[in-house]
């Protein structure tokens, strides 16, 4: 098995869009510029970049830009997983030329009930396609928006026959049970919740971090966590990243982050999402916002 080569926190970084629904390139690479200067990694093109109302064109000319601008890709995990085979190794191909550290890969998500076999052969033959040993691949478990669960058999065999290259998952399951039961069978393999509440009871078990929506708006607190879960600090800063998700869960996610990001920067162009996701309503908006700010939230500077 590789030795994992990420830990901490990381950002599926948020999209913001132009009026005209087109990427917002300038406030992309600041947002990601910011959260890098906050201490966490970014994973771009993941459910909350609305990776998958994004065009291939447009995720490899963003990856672009960050490369462009100087960001370190080797705190970057981008999203490649499409349905099609083509397209997921067009991607992680792109990714692995820009040297980012890792890529993090949906299963082909339209076919449901699909074996084991048929799921396996995938991921192996996106493997082999890229065919370039740089490739660090963290499978994306998220069953309940993919409908293709990434099961313990499936990871055990890719980490069997490419243990060079399989480095991690991130499980978005929700589910504690199949946290556990992953890290009790692969120790050493890199292991990220999908919440950062999780990370106390996770990293005790030897989980490296977490792949977090409210990274986008929490990174101080939610980095720190990850490094200090079990000292003397741990307790507080578990208990202030929870207040701040249970609050932005509460929500619709993806608009919920982008009025966050709207209202602290007073930029109203950061509410702008995608079709087919609505931004909040005002009344949601304002409800948010109140809530955040009784809790004592502030975006970091």
Not at 49 to 56: K, R, W
Not at 70 to 80: A, E, S, W
Not at 266 to 294: I, K, N
Request: charged share 20%; net charge negative.
């Amino acid at each position: 098995m590789v030795d994992h080569e990420l830990t901490g926190a990381f950002a599926p970084v948020v999209t913001p869009f132009q009026a005209d629904l087109t990427p917002d390139a300038p406030r992309f690479v600041s947002h990601c510029a910011w959260l890098l200067s906050h201490g966490v990694g970014l994973a771009p093109f993941g459910t909350n970049s609305e990776a998958n109302s994004l065009g291939l064109a447009e995720r490899m000319a963003l990856l672009d830009l960050l490369v462009d601008n100087g960001l370190d890709t080797r705190r970057m995990l981008p999203g490649t997983g499409c349905c099609s085979l083509p397209e997921t190794v067009t991607l992680t191909r792109h990714a692995v030329a820009h040297g980012c550290a890792g890529v993090l890969m949906l299963p082909p998500f339209f076919y449901k009930g699909i074996s084991d076999d048929g799921l396996y052969d995938y991921y192996a033959r996106v493997i082999e396609q890229v065919g370039d040993a740089r490739l660090r691949l963290y499978l994306y478990h998220i069953p309940a928006l993919s409908g293709v669960p990434i099961t313990l058999p499936v990871i055990e065999r890719l980490i069997r026959d490419f243990p060079r290259t399989v480095a991690g998952i991130k499980d978005s399951s929700g589910d504690w049970q199949n946290l556990s039961a992953m890290l009790d069978a692969f120790p050493g393999f890199g292991i990220f919740p999908a919440s950062e509440s999780l990370i106390t009871r996770a990293s005790a078990r030897g989980a490296k971090g977490c792949i977090s929506a409210t990274v986008n708006i929490n990174p101080e607190v939610i980095a720190r966590l990850c490094r200090e879960w079990a000292d003397d600090t741990g307790a507080a800063l578990q208990a202030q990243a929870d207040a701040v998700r249970s609050i932005v869960q509460s929500f619709p996610m993806i608009p919920a982050l982008k009025a966050v990001l709207a209202s602290h920067r007073d930029d109203a162009a950061w509410a702008q999402v995608r079709a087919p996701l609505s931004r909040l309503s005002d009344e949601q908006h304002e409800q948010l916002h109140a809530q955040l700010a009784a809790c004592g939230f502030t975006l970091p500077g």
